[in-house]
C-alpha cells in the first residue's frame, strides 16, 4: 500500500483513504451514498474507482457521490465519474451528483458531463428524489 492508504474491502459500507483523498460509503435506504473528501485527481482517482464499481456492480444500483467534502475534480476523476455512471446504467442503475462546489461544477460544466447526471443542489435533495 502506498500513501498509507487503507483499501476498500467490500461491498456495502466502508472507508478507503489515502493523502489527498478519503472516501466513505454508506447506505442510506435504497441508495448507496459515496463520499469523496479531498482532491480527486490522477493519482487519487483509484481510491473511489473501486467502491463506486462495487456499487454500480449492483443490479439497480441507486448511487448518490456527496461532493460537498470535493475540493478538486480533474479529468481522470471526471473518468471514474462517467465510468460508473455506465455501469450502474448498464445494471439498470443510476449515478447522482450532489452538492458540487463551485470549483467542481465548473469542470462538469466546461465538459458538458453535467448534462449526463441528475446534479442535484444537496444531498438532501437527492436523497429525497
Known amino acids: 500500500m502506498r500513501d498509507g492508504m487503507r483499501r476498500y474491502q ?3 459500507v466502508g472507508v478507503v483513504s489515502g493523502a ?3 472516501v466513505e460509503v454508506r447506505r442510506h435506504g435504497a441508495s ?3 463520499k469523496p473528501e479531498g482532491e480527486l485527481d490522477h493519482h487519487t482517482a483509484d481510491l473511489l474507482r473501486e467502491p463506486l ?3 454500480a456492480e449492483e443490479v439497480g444500483a441507486r448511487i448518490v ?7 478538486f475534480c480533474d479529468s481522470t476523476g471526471l473518468n471514474v465519474l462517467l465510468g460508473a455512471r455506465l455501469k450502474a446504467e448498464a445494471a439498470g442503475g443510476s449515478v447522482h451528483l450532489a452538492a ?3 470549483v467542481v461544477a465548473r469542470v462538469f460544466e466546461i465538459t458538458g458531463a453535467g448534462a ?3 446534479v442535484h443542489s444537496s ?3 437527492a436523497l429525497a428524489e
Open 53 to 55: 464499481e462495487n456499487c
Open 116 to 118: 449526463v447526471f441528475a
Open 32 to 34: 448507496a451514498v459515496v
Open 20 to 22: 489527498r483523498l478519503r
Open 65 to 71: 457521490v456527496d461532493c460537498s467534502g470535493l475540493e
Open 10 to 12: 467490500g461491498k456495502g
Open 100 to 102: 458540487m462546489r463551485p
Open 123 to 125: 444531498l438532501d435533495a
